[in-house]
């Protein structure tokens, strides 16, 4: 089986040849993003938001809030002209190289509802209002999720994408930043709304949410989710992996704030959690492996690191079915 | 009097500012101590809440907004306890390491300690090592507090334990570092005085550290 054939045999819940790493199994497209959601260089974004980009990654610039007051925010959010996004172009150019029939075309979706309240009015003040005024925020997920569906299907027509990514982070490595029963009645039914124009045009929804989330995970797999991204070792990882054998595929696995994380990991300790993630999640048969390897220039996938070779190799020699 | 201790406590944990204030007000109207109000009503308060948030009862949001009823609390007493200089418990500079700008946990840390009394100076985000220096020879604090919720930025309390030691400024000052990568034997190995994984523990880690006591959080 090549990685294409082997991803939809696991999909399936069939028993995979061999359990992918996300590196291989993949083309990644992140120009839809970096026009409809998140500059990749930094910058404002369609919103007006602005982004710094770091070593690590990028964010919405810290203290700089649009409006602290959601009840204010139909003042000051416009959302963008998807048909002026220039997404097809984006796609064009992206998928100039792709090879359809060995590898899976995973387009990213960033930024989901809870990050972009975030990104308008920064996180303590989103967190807030999910509690002080929930119904000016399910306002604003009601409007904000029509944008995103649009852009979906924006991407869905111009990509043509076997995975839709969709990343909010909402939760910390001990626990849900809100209460399931306010992402529930808050954030769920825009979330619901989204998952479904995905699925319904036969792309598969692969939800993103680092931290110990393991609470809405059922949630995620009852409105149509097929995969769950960035598992983190703060989960049941194991309970979960086969609790959902055949329904959901979980990619993730590393340590990503432990020594294997560390700028200063050796060769051999970078060895050693991958082959536990090997031995520990591979045999479930449901799993992508997902590292997360940095240094001091940010994420070794990005930036090179010369730890990369010997990590893939031995995820490769290390038996895991 | 017991009865607005409980009233104020319960506002607090409910994360009901006007009710905090309102029953801070009362509080003091019936005479009694800030550091009274403080030792009965709002340290219990968290205390109760780190239990919760350590059971999963409770989520980040619950203790945000018990944070700014406390502080709406504090806001109340403060015209008071400054009028007693020295009724501060000790003064903690605290910021996030440079090339971090995760403020989220420090934040909360922050309204905890200020809500136990401690005088905080906030030094924000992405702090270089010199401003951290700068800022313990200018406050002269008791306590010096770093986060970093980055592995990549780890290296930067390194750096901070190291500059503080070439500067002849480590014996003046306790060190505190915390943040999700940061683990106490990370702490031991760099001779940081202690390491605390969470808001609660933090202010009784800061605790210990201004009384000079080894604590359950030394390093
Ligand atoms: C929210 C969040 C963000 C927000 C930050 C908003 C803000 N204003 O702070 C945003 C989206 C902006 C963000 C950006 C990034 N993030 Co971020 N983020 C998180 C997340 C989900 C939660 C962190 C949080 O706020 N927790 C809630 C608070 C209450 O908990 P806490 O911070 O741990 O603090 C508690 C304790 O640690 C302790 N504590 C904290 N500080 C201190 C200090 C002292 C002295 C003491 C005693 C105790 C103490 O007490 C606190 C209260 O209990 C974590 C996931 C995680 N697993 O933690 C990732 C995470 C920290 N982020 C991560 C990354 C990679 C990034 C980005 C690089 C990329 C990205 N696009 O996500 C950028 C970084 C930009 C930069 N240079 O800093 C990674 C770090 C991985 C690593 N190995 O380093 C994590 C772990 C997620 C992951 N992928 O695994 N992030």
Redesign the pocket.
Known sequence: MNQRENFFAMLEGRKPEFIPNIMEVYKICIFGADRADQPLVGGLDAFGVNW?V???????E??RFMFEDIADWKEYVHFPDVDALGIEEAAKIELADVNRDEVIVNVYS?TGLF?RL??FM???NALCSLVEDPESCQEFFEAFADYKIACMNRFIDAFQPDVITYFD??????GL?MSPAVYRSVIKPSHKRIIEAVTSRGVIFNQHT???CEKIIEDYVEMGAKMWS?A?V?NDLDGILEKYQGRLIVEGGWD???PA??NDATVEDIIAETVRCAKQYGPKGNFIFLP?L?NEN??AIFVGDPRLAPMIEAWHTVDKL | MEKVFAELQEAIENGETQAAMDKTKDALKLGLRTDKIIQTAINPAFKDLGQK?FDGEIY?TD??MASRAAHAAMYVMEPIISRFSGATKGIVA?G?VA???????????IM?LQGSGYTVIDLG??VPVETFIDAVRTHKPDVL??????????PELDNLMEALVQQGLRSQVKV???????TAEYAGRIKAD?????????TE??GDLVKNRIGK?AV
């Open positions: 710094v770091t070593k690590e990654g990028e964010m919405p810290p203290n960033p990050e975030a990104a920064g996180f303590e982070d909402l939760a910390t490595a001990n930043f680092c931290g110990k960035s983190q703060s990503s704030s432990g994380s560390y997360t940095l940010g994420n | 948030m980040v203790v945000l605290i996030t090339g971090d700008l995760h403020d989220i946990g420090k934040n909360l840390v905890m985000i992405d507090a770093l986060s970093s919720l980055l592995t990549t930025t780890l505190i570092v915390g943040g999700a990568p940061v202690a390491y605390a994984n969470d808001l609660f523990e933090a880690a800061v959080y």
